[in-house]
């Protein structure tokens, strides 16, 4: 079966919409003519601008009028007549979208609410041992086939014109911070992480606005007198092209990490409360895993908490640097 007009749903966090581009790949490998189009939650449609695969980028506002907004959506999308609707999502607002879309053809998961709409369904299960891209691929292989396509984005001319000016000497990058407390490398364990980088070698401690202040406390504690504070300087595209000329991207279990897989970036990923084998691994060539195995509470969540269920936090605190 083909499909001319493809409508993808991901409006889930940052990294999940990194990881939808996985799919933006395939299905333009495999119908190199078709439309298409993605919907993501507003805050993440700078990762698909200028995107050459892509026709349209919807947004859904989740935080002024949810409820209005979604249906107001749904109107728009029938307008659009996509004869190809792909949920990556499990919640009732995706399944009501896909369900009532007006496409003839309606692939999501088994667990949405909604699935007895669709016509494809899948299981998702994050205890497989499969990543979350080949989850994604799952859901179109009825029309395509079963091999997997890694997760891409394209930064404008302009954005790597940007960053030429931060490659002129060796540098590595630093995401430091987690919207979960227990995703996130304690800031005594970033700070010891800069004490071993080469003095030669620049840190640029990245993230966005709300992270200069952790930023800054790492600055000011450690010793690595090159270091520089570039919390909300550079936008996700720019800081994706930047990561394929740093010597190491260190990151959390956070947006940063599929950012890095997007760009087939060096990089360390540090898990802490989380494990790989939930599916949302690094996918670079040259990556690194570092992790407390031998803690009985791992994982002690899917997605992280504001603090350690166990008051000790010893992901993080005994993670060796």
Request: charged letters at 20%; hydrophobic letters at 40%.
């Amino acid at each position: 079966m083909r499909y001319n007009n493809i409508l993808i749903i991901q409006t889930a966090f940052i990294g999940d919409a990194i990881l939808a581009s996985s799919l933006l790949e395939k299905l333009h490998n495999n119908l190199p003519t078709a439309q298409i189009s993605i919907l993501v939650r507003k805050g993440n449609e700078s990762l698909y601008q200028q995107h050459p695969f892509l026709k349209e980028v919807l947004v859904w506002n989740k935080q002024k009028k949810k409820m209005a907004q979604l249906f107001k959506l749904l109107f728009k999308i029938r307008k659009k007549n996509y004869d190809c609707v792909i949920n990556c999502q499990r919640f009732a607002s995706s399944g009501l979208l896909t369900s009532f879309s007006g496409a003839k053809h309606k692939a999501g998961y088994k667990q949405n609410p909604f699935s007895f709409f669709f016509n494809t369904t899948v299981k998702h299960s994050l205890g497989e041992g499969l990543h979350e891209i080949e989850r994604y691929n799952q859901l179109i292989e009825d029309f395509t086939d079963t091999i997997v396509f890694k997760p891409k984005l394209y930064a404008s001319p302009s954005d790597l014109t940007l960053i030429k000016k931060y490659t002129e000497k060796p540098f590595v990058l630093m995401a430091v911070a987690s919207a979960w407390f227990t995703k996130q490398l304690p800031t005594l364990k970033w700070i010891e992480l800069c004490n071993t980088i080469n003095s030669n070698t620049t840190i640029y401690l990245i993230g966005g606005p709300d992270d200069h202040s952790i930023c800054e406390t790492i600055l000011t504690g450690t010793r690595h007198q090159n270091t520089l504070n570039m919390a909300g300087k550079l936008t996700l595209l720019q800081t994706f092209a930047l990561m394929p000329f740093a010597e190491m991207n260190y990151v959390n279990d956070s947006a940063p990490l599929h950012l890095a897989s997007a760009a087939n970036a060096k990089v360390t990923a540090f898990f802490l409360s989380t494990v790989p084998s939930f599916g949302f691994g690094p996918l670079s060539e040259n990556s690194t895993i570092k992790e407390v195995r031998t803690l009985k509470c791992r994982p002690c969540g899917v997605h992280g908490y504001k603090e350690c269920p166990q008051q000790h936090f010893k992901c993080g605190l005994e993670m060796v640097i």
